[in-house]
C-alpha cells in the first residue's frame, strides 16, 4: 500500500479517505488517489509526472521545500488548466506538507478549505447570536434594575412623607380627583391663612399618591417584564452592593452639607428625577444638574466644575457610560469623582477601569450605606477658601501643594488640582488672628507652634465659628491628647501627614450632619 492510500491519511472522525498526494523533491507528482481526483477533476494519469506548479492556478503563502517551493494553500481549476466552461471553477485545498516513508520523497495532504470557511462562518455567526443575546440580557436586567430603583426610591420618598403626616394616609377615594386634576377641589379659593395651610396639605397628599402609584406601576413592570420570558440565566437582579471595607459611620438620617455641585448622567428621565430627589435629600446644600447622553455630559462639564459625577452605563445610541469617563479623564481633564451607576453588575469593571471612583448597582442601596461608601472617596467641595498658618515657610508650601491633591477625588495633576480651593498661607500668628477676624474660611490649618490658643481664638471670631479647624503636630500621641482635651479643634493630623485619602475621608467626615426632617402644621 502507497503512502497516500495508508490509514494515517483519514480524516479524524470520519471514514473518508483525505486527498493526498506524493511527489519527489523537485516538485513532480508520483502519486494521486482517489479522493484527491475527485476533489480537484483531475485523474491520476492526468497528474502523475508532472508537477505541481503545472496544475494549481495559485500558490500562496509559500514554504520552502527541496529546491522547488509549494505552497500552504493551493488552488485548483476543477478538470485542470485546460478546463472551460460550467467545469471551471476554483478548488482551495489547504496542504500539509510530511516526509514520506521513502527517502526524498513528500506527502501532502489535503484539507477542503471551503468546508472550513463553512465551518469558520457558522461558528462567527453562532458567536454573534451569542453576543446579540448577552446584550439583550444586559438590557433587561438593566431595565428590570431601573423599575426596582423607581420603586425603592418611590417607598422611601412615601416612608418620609408619611412621618410628616403622623403616618396616616389620604382615603383612596380622594386618589381619582387628587390625580386627574392638579388643582384643589376640595378646599374653597379664600386667600386666607387657612386655606394656604390646608392646600400645602393637600399638596403632600398629592405627592404621596403619586408615590403610591409609581411604586405599583414599577411591581408591574418588572412582573411584566418576567412574565414575557427571555430573561436568561444569571440576568436576574442581585442584591444591592455593600459598604464592605468601611466603617457604617452615616445613619439613614445622614446627610452631608457643603455647596457641591452634582451632575446625574442618565438617559431615563424617571431615572434621573428619582436620583436627583435622592441626591437633594443626601446633600441638602447642593447643586443638582442632569445630562440625558454622554455628549451632554462633556458639554456641562466643560462650561461647570462638577464634585461629583453619576454616571450611568448603558445610554442610547450615543457614547456609554464608560466611554463617556474614558473622554472625560484623557481628552477634557476633568478630575471630578465619578460613581458609575447601572444595572449590571458587569459594568463595574468598564468603568472603574475607564475611571470611576466607585460603582453602583441598581437599585441603590439604603441612604446610610450609600453615604458611607461617598463619604469613603468625597473631597470637600470646590470653592473652599482655606487658611494655613504654619511658622515654616517650607513647610506651609508642602502641607499647601498636599491640600491641592485633597482637594480633587481623582488626581491628574497639579495645575488642575490647584483650582479648587482657595489656599492663603501665613507664617505670623497675629496675622493670622487679623485674618480669621476679618475673613471666612471653609478650613483652618494650624500648625501646633502656634499653639491650641489659636484655635480657640478662631471659634471666638463670629465669621469661622462653624470652621474646621485641623491641627498639625509631630507627635501622634501628643496630637491624640489634644484632640480629646480641645473641643476647639476638629482634626489633628500628626507629621508626617497621612496619606491623601485619609486626609480627605477626615474632612468629608466632619461634614456629615444629622438631616433635619421637613414638618407640617395640622389643621
Not at 405627592?207 to 406601576?217: A, F, T
Not at 444638574?289 to 453619576?310: C, L, N
Not at 480633587?408 to 492663603?424: F, K, M
Request: proline share 5%; with cysteine.
Amino acid at each position: 500500500m502507497s503512502d497516500c492510500d495508508r490509514g494515517d491519511a483519514m480524516i479524524p472522525g470520519s471514514e473518508i479517505i483525505q486527498p493526498s498526494f506524493c511527489m519527489n523533491a523537485d516538485g513532480t507528482i508520483t502519486q494521486w488517489n482517489v479522493p484527491m481526483a475527485a476533489a480537484t477533476g483531475l485523474d491520476a494519469a492526468h497528474a502523475v509526472g508532472h508537477a505541481i506548479s503545472s496544475l494549481v492556478a495559485d500558490m500562496s503563502d509559500n514554504v520552502a521545500v527541496g529546491p522547488a517551493r509549494i505552497s500552504k494553500d493551493l488552488t485548483f481549476l476543477h478538470g485542470g488548466p485546460r478546463a472551460t466552461g460550467s467545469a471551471l471553477r476554483r478548488i482551495h485545498l489547504r496542504t500539509e506538507i510530511v516526509p514520506g516513508a521513502s527517502p526524498g520523497t513528500l506527502v501532502c495532504r489535503c484539507a477542503d478549505v471551503t468546508e472550513t470557511t463553512e465551518l469558520r462562518r457558522r461558528l462567527d455567526a453562532c458567536q454573534k447570536e451569542l453576543a446579540a443575546e448577552q446584550k439583550r440580557a444586559q438590557w433587561i436586567s438593566h431595565k428590570i434594575r431601573n423599575y426596582l430603583s423607581v420603586a425603592a426610591e418611590a417607598s422611601i420618598t412615601l416612608r418620609d412623607d408619611l412621618e410628616v403626616h403622623g403616618g396616616s394616609l389620604v382615603p383612596g377615594a380622594l386618589a381619582s380627583p387628587l390625580k386627574k386634576s392638579g388643582k384643589s377641589g376640595f378646599f374653597p379659593r379664600r386667600k386666607t391663612k387657612v386655606h394656604q395651610e390646608a392646600q400645602l396639605q393637600e399638596d403632600s397628599l398629592t405627592d404621596l399618591l403619586w408615590n403610591v402609584d409609581l411604586i405599583s406601576r414599577s411591581v408591574v413592570s418588572v412582573v411584566d417584564l418576567l412574565r414575557q420570558g427571555g430573561v436568561p440565566h444569571g440576568a436576574g437582579v442581585a442584591p444591592p452592593a455593600a459598604a464592605s471595607g468601611f466603617y457604617p459611620l452615616c445613619g439613614p438620617d445622614s446627610c452631608i452639607v457643603g455647596k457641591y455641585r452634582l451632575l446625574v448622567v442618565d438617559d431615563d428621565r424617571m431615572s434621573r428625577k428619582l436620583l436627583r430627589r435622592r441626591l437633594s435629600r443626601l446633600f441638602p446644600h447642593a447643586d443638582v444638574d442632569e445630562a440625558d447622553s454622554g455628549e451632554t455630559a462633556v458639554e456641562r462639564t466643560a462650561a461647570h466644575y462638577y464634585d461629583v459625577i453619576f454616571m450611568d452605563q448603558y445610554m442610547g445610541d450615543g457614547m456609554c457610560g464608560d466611554q463617556t469617563i474614558r473622554h472625560l479623564r484623557d481628552a477634557c481633564a476633568v478630575d471630578s469623582l465619578v460613581i458609575g451607576i447601572s444595572g449590571n453588575e458587569e459594568s463595574d469593571a468598564a468603568q472603574i477601569g475607564a475611571g470611576a471612583e466607585d460603582f453602583f448597582t441598581k437599585p441603590l442601596p439604603p441612604d446610610g450605606t450609600f453615604l458611607t461608601r461617598m463619604a469613603a472617596v468625597l473631597p470637600p467641595p470646590a470653592g473652599w477658601e482655606v487658611l494655613v498658618a504654619d511658622g515654616s515657610e517650607m513647610a506651609g508650601h508642602f502641607l499647601v501643594r498636599k491640600l491641592h491633591k485633597v482637594s480633587t477625588a481623582h488626581y491628574l495633576d497639579l495645575g488642575v488640582a490647584s483650582t479648587h480651593w482657595n489656599i492663603t498661607v501665613c507664617a505670623d500668628a497675629l496675622k493670622t488672628v487679623e485674618m480669621m477676624e476679618g475673613k471666612a474660611f471653609d478650613l483652618v490649618v494650624l500648625d501646633n507652634s502656634f499653639g491650641a490658643p489659636l484655635a480657640a481664638r478662631a471659634r471666638d471670631t463670629p465669621k469661622n465659628r462653624g470652621a474646621i479647624i485641623a491641627l498639625t503636630t509631630g507627635s501622634a500621641d501628643a496630637g491624640a491628647e489634644l484632640l480629646q482635651k480641645n473641643g476647639d479643634v476638629d482634626i489633628v493630623w500628626s507629621k508626617p501627614l497621612p496619606n491623601l485619602e485619609q486626609m480627605r475621608r477626615d474632612l468629608c467626615h466632619q461634614l456629615i450632619k444629622v438631616r433635619e426632617k421637613k414638618t407640617t402644621k395640622s389643621r
